[in-house]
């Protein structure tokens, strides 16, 4: 399975220890972590590394680092991750080589802020989901957001995915967004 997607700007790969680089500069970013997580300290960061860089089922479930097509420079991350029910982050045990987890998943995204204001999330979530129902099992893709980050509703809402009501995760009730397959099918014969 091909997991590096180009879109027209960007170069989506799997992510791996090199990214230590942009995850310090994501995280450690009050403006970015402000609706994902608290502020991180390096130390936090470099022993999540290896959970950000494990994948599931075929490799199909993981994180991608976002990247410039022509120039390489790092944007940030998008990810399709098993949505946590009564947790308040992401379960990486579920995240197992050649299993699909037994849950929902989420599709995710966080930019650097330098690369805000750009199209970049939207292009590269729009080209995950493409991967999604192309290229795995998966029927259906979730996401959710604080009710605050409209920049993140907003790139949900470009990449097609439905306003469903609440549902509860993140140990929250929290927006529900959804695509199905069918829907993003249906999505693209209207291009
Ligand atoms: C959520 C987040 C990724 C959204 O970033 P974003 O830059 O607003 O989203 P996009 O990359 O899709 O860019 C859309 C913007 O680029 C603009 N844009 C500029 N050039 C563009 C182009 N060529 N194509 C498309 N849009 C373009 C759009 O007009 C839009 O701006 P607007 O909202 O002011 O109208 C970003 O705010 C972020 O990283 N936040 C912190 C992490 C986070 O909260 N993640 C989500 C957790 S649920």
């Given at each position: 399975m091909e997991l590096i997607l180009l879109t027209d700007r960007l170069r989506l790969r799997p992510t791996d220890e090199s990214d230590l680089d942009l995850s310090l500069e994501m995280f450690t970013d009050p403006d970015v972590v402000e609706y994902v997580c608290d502020l991180m300290t390096e130390s936090e960061i470099r022993n999540e590394i290896p959970n950000w860089t494990r994948r599931g089922g075929n490799g199909c479930i993981g994180i991608w680092c976002i990247s410039d097509r022509d120039s390489g420079e790092k944007y940030g991350t998008v990810f399709l991750l098993p949505m946590p029910i009564d947790e308040d982050g992401t379960d990486y045990s579920l995240v197992v080589p050649g299993r699909m987890p037994e849950a929902e998943i989420e599709i995710g995204f966080e930019l650097k802020r330098s690369a805000w204001g750009k199209g970049y999330a939207t292009e590269a979530c729009k080209r995950v989901l493409q991967f999604a129902f192309e290229e795995t099992p998966l029927n259906e893709v979730v996401a959710s957001f604080y009710e605050e980050n409209i920049a993140s509703r907003n790139v949900l809402e470009k990449s097609?995915?439905?306003?469903r009501g609440r549902m509860w995760c993140y140990g929250e009730d929290c927006p529900n967004y959804r695509i199905t397959r069918n829907e993003w099918m249906e999505s693209q014969q209207n291009l």
């Open positions: 097609g995915l439905f306003d």
